[in-house]
């Protein structure tokens, strides 16, 4: 006997399916359910269960053409190129860099905040913009120390 609800085998005296937990009706003998024409029937053939389809493999995935703007990118993008030591042209390249006024500070922000970056390069963008930081806070600092001992100074030998 087989639970209606989810297909599980039941025992015959079970009142409850052990899978679902459905209520098992007591199914009626086959001889009362059975009307008198489909007893002079001839037996029915045996079923057999569907036999389960093969289905083809998928097709292969078709490779790509590559375009050089995309083999160019992926240099940059390796993660082996990323974690490279620097050659002692591009220190040479940084140091230029970091001459120029007003490039220096966009660079080093570009450097910073990018993952595509080479982390010596990244590394040393971020060491060098918290070194500017601390400089202007410094700065800042001593400009305001001058300008308090220079009025104190300024009141006790003028204003006495």
């Known amino acids: 006997m087989f639970c209606e609800q989810c297909?599980?085998?039941?025992?015959?005296?079970?009142?409850?399916?052990?899978?679902c937990g459905a209520i098992v009706e007591p199914a009626e003998p086959m001889a009362q359910a059975v009307e008198p024409e489909a007893q002079q029937a001839p037996p029915a053939?045996?079923?057999?269960?569907?036999?389960?389809?093969q289905t083809p493999p998928p097709p292969r995935p078709q490779p790509q053409p590559v375009s050089v703007a995309q083999t160019s990118n992926a240099?940059?993008?390796?993660?082996?190129?990323?974690?490279?030591?620097?050659?002692?042209?591009?220190?040479?390249?940084?140091?230029?860099?970091?001459?120029?006024?007003?490039?220096?500070l966009i660079v080093l922000l570009v450097w910073s905040f990018s993952d595509t970056?080479?982390?010596?390069?990244?590394?040393?963008a971020i060491a060098v913009l918290i070194m500017i930081l601390?400089?202007?806070?410094?700065?800042?600092?001593?400009?305001?120390?001058?300008?308090?001992?220079?009025g104190g100074l300024y009141q006790y030998y003028f204003w006495q």
Not at 45 to 53: G, L, S
Not at 77 to 104: Q, R, T, V
Not at 117 to 124: D, S
């Open 7 to 19: 297909g599980k085998e039941i025992p015959e005296n079970s009142k409850f399916c052990a899978g």
């Open 45 to 53: 053939e045996p079923i057999e269960p569907p036999k389960a389809q």
């Open 75 to 104: 240099r940059y993008s390796s993660k082996d190129n990323l974690i490279k030591p620097l050659s002692i042209g591009s220190y040479i390249g940084i140091i230029i860099l970091m001459s120029i006024p007003i490039i220096n």
């Open 117 to 124: 970056v080479n982390l010596n390069k990244k590394h040393f």
């Open 134 to 150: 601390v400089s202007i806070l410094i700065t800042i600092g001593l400009v305001i120390l001058a300008v308090t001992v220079g």
